[in-house]
């Protein structure tokens, strides 16, 4: 069954123009082709961003955010109890009075200590604003060593100021050093969020949305569902950049990654100076987020990306791969949570400029 599932994930029907196959990128003559073999460097490498990202966060996240004002709160565990424990993880965070009671008999002691006991365990959930600060220094650490990088990348690459040149020799475009090691840190960066999810602050699911380079789904699972969502979006946002690496869309795949990260890691410095209560700073980062979102999202993404996307491929080819319909309906479906984002923007600046 496997082996048959493979050969139809494998059809060259599905990833290739007509009369190319798989035996066709083959390195050859100085050209250098993608392989799907080299996606599973991802994984170490993304244990190598995890130890990266453990010893920014403690001797240069903590060091920074003491410089800021922010101060590092102690919370007090409660007792361990057995009982109360189970019910917390299995049952509910806020009993009801009558549960407190039904559970003070159960442990044998008074009302007032399993209320004290479920209010501690409940604050012992919420990150203090010193492990969020850290967070979003690690995400803007990595979105503004990516912008940098991709914009050293690609400011000398034709197809980064005329996105025809994106299809011009393909599907024979050879694979550059920098396209591959630009793409293994972005797939990796996801790996990474993957498998600290667990120890991550729990944020609600729409907020997922924030960024994404992927599909929608997230859009479509309610707060209590946060972990599912965290897991569909990162795994959407890993699936759409090696699909696009098996397909050899690796320059508009650089072009989608460049275009995104731009603009996240003025909201990640936001959020930094945010924590810090360093208002006006913050409030201007915003505004510069806003801006870069605007020009990026919805400007850059859909005038210049989608063009190439959609309409330049009927350019250089009749018939239509599956992998166009797949790839275009996740980018469509991407820039209406642009549009959606967008709005919700609009809606801050409005109440900020007007109502301060």
């Given at each position: 069954i496997l082996k048959t599932l493979n050969s139809w994930f494998w059809w060259e029907n599905i990833w290739m123009p007509i009369n190319v196959t798989w035996a066709h990128f083959v390195d050859r003559d100085g050209l250098v082709f993608p392989k799907p073999h080299q996606l599973y460097a991802t994984i170490p490498y993304a244990f190598v961003l995890l130890i990266i990202r453990f010893f920014s966060e403690r001797y240069v996240a903590i060091p920074l955010a003491k410089a800021l004002g922010?101060?590092?709160?102690?919370?007090?565990?409660?007792?361990?109890?057995?009982?109360?424990e189970s019910y917390f993880r299995e049952c509910s965070k806020h009993p009801s009075q009558s549960e407190i009671q039904g559970l003070a008999k159960k442990c044998n002691c008074t009302v007032h200590l399993v209320e004290k006991w479920f209010r501690r365990r409940r604050n012992l959930e919420i990150p203090t604003v010193l492990r969020k600060f850290q967070e979003a220094f690690w995400r803007f650490s990595f979105y503004l060593t990516s912008s940098i990088a991709g914009f050293i990348f690609l400011y000398d690459k034709p197809w980064f100021y005329d996105i025809w040149q994106t299809w011009v020799g393909y599907p024979f475009q050879t694979l550059l050093p920098s396209q591959y090691w630009?793409?293994?840190?972005?797939?990796?960066?996801?790996?990474?969020?993957?498998?600290?999810?667990?120890?991550?602050?729990?944020?609600?699911?729409?907020e997922t949305l924030k960024g994404c380079t992927c599909l929608a789904l997230p859009f479509f699972f309610s707060p209590s569902q946060d972990f599912l969502a965290h897991v569909v979006h990162h795994l959407a946002a890993i699936g759409l950049m090696s699909g696009s690496w098996c397909g050899n869309y690796v320059r508009l795949g650089t072009l989608v990654m460049f275009v995104h990260d731009t603009a996240d890691f003025w909201l990640e410095a936001a959020k930094m100076f945010n924590y810090?209560?360093?208002?006006?700073?913050?409030?201007?980062?915003?505004?510069?987020?806003?801006?870069?979102?605007?020009?990026?999202?919805?400007?850059?993404?859909?005038?210049?990306?989608?063009?190439?996307?959609l309409y330049q491929p009927t350019y250089y080819s009749t018939?239509?791969?599956?992998?166009?319909?797949?790839?275009?309906?996740?980018?469509?479906?991407?820039?209406?949570?642009?549009?959606?984002?967008?709005?919700?923007?609009?809606?801050?600046?409005r109440r900020f400029i007007f109502l301060k």
């Open positions: 922010i101060k590092n709160v102690r919370r007090v565990k409660p007792q361990p109890n057995p009982v109360l630009y793409y293994m840190a972005e797939i990796s960066f996801y790996w990474s969020l993957l498998f600290t999810l667990g120890i991550d602050n729990k944020r609600k699911a729409s810090a209560h360093w208002e006006k700073t913050c409030n201007m980062l915003f505004i510069i987020f806003s801006i870069a979102f605007f020009i990026t999202r919805i400007i850059l993404f859909p005038f210049w990306i989608l063009r190439a996307t018939t239509p791969v599956i992998a166009y319909f797949l790839f275009n309906g996740q980018l469509l479906i991407l820039q209406g949570l642009h549009l959606y984002w967008g709005y919700l923007i609009f809606k801050i600046l």
